[in-house]
């Protein structure tokens, strides 16, 4: 078994990053919300003569097809198409990169498969030739998942841990959930070893511990912040955005806006 890790470059995200059984094809929809795409993943084990797919991405042709080659390399076909979860930028290309290749669409949202019966939390896909387990990690949304990639000790996390920066929560996800799902990932890392995280956007993080206790600290740190700046007198979302992120830049707030909704809901709810 190798253990060799392909890291980005210069903090960024680039096709080809990955480990022994994961290899990355970016996608062109750089932004602030995607970073510098979406990543895409092909995961086989070296020698497989079937992959899986995780995250397709856009509905862009070019990208599609770029997927497909990187697929396909080496005689290969792809076997199985994974979504992480249901947002448009992971999504929705799925539908065309199934007819392309000819494998169905599995995910924990019944509404996103094709073709398929999907799967549940704890169910392992065995496609690619490699171990990939599913873990539920409600949150970001609420039917995302991960995927442990048992052989590299990697865990492929979608939107729930991006490489760079932090998650927003978005309308249909769950601070509560959230913060679950963080605690439990720290303690997967421990448990299953993790040694890489390989986000829906940014680069790989190789501190899979390191990176986790600094996502539920952030969330700690901001919640205490929503707390101050609601004993400060600020009522509406708004209000608390332009206190508690005035460090980050305003083409940010409208998404700030949303996560701040969830801290408000979940403050509510404690
Ligand atoms: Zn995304």
């Known amino acids: 078994m190798t253990n060799e890790i392909r890291p980005a470059a210069d903090g960024k995200a680039v096709s080809g990053m990955g480990t022994a059984r994961a290899w990355c094809v970016l996608a062109p929809n750089p ?18 003569s079937a992959v899986v797919v995780v995250d397709p991405g856009p509905a862009d042709e070019e990208h599609l097809h770029r997927v497909l080659d990187a697929a396909r390399a ?25 007819e392309l290749s000819g494998a169905p669409v599995g995910a924990l949202d019944p509404r996103l498969r094709l073709g ?38 990697g865990l492929l996390t979608g939107d729930t841990v991006l ?69 400060a007198g600020a009522r509406t979302p708004a209000e608390v955005v332009a206190i508690v992120y005035d460090d980050v830049d305003r083409s940010l707030w ?9 801290q408000l809901d979940y403050l509510e709810g404690s």
């Open 31 to 48: 932004s602030p919300m995607t970073l510098d795409g979406t990543n895409t993943w092909v995961i086989a084990e070296p020698g497989s």
């Open 74 to 98: 080496g005689d290969r076909h792809v076997a199985q198409i994974v979504l992480t979860h249901g947002h448009l930028d992971h999504s929705a290309g799925a539908a065309r990169f199934a």
């Open 116 to 153: 398929t019966e999907g799967f549940g939390p704890g169910d392992v896909i065995t496609a690619g030739g490699c171990e990939l387990r599913v873990v539920a990690t409600p949150g970001h949304t609420a039917a995302s998942l991960s995927l442990v990639l048992t052989a590299d000790g």
């Open 163 to 231: 490489g760079r920066g932090t998650t927003v929560i978005a309308s249909d996800g769950s601070l509560g959930d959230y913060l679950r799902t963080l605690g439990e990932l720290r303690s997967l890392a421990d448990d299953a070893g993790l040694r890489v995280l390989l986000p829906g956007h940014g680069p790989l993080l190789s501190d899979p511990a390191g990176v986790l206790d600094y996502y539920i600290a952030h969330r700690q740190e901001r919640l205490g912040q929503v707390r101050a700046a609601l004993a």
């Open 254 to 262: 409208p998404a700030a806006e949303q996560s701040v909704r969830a």
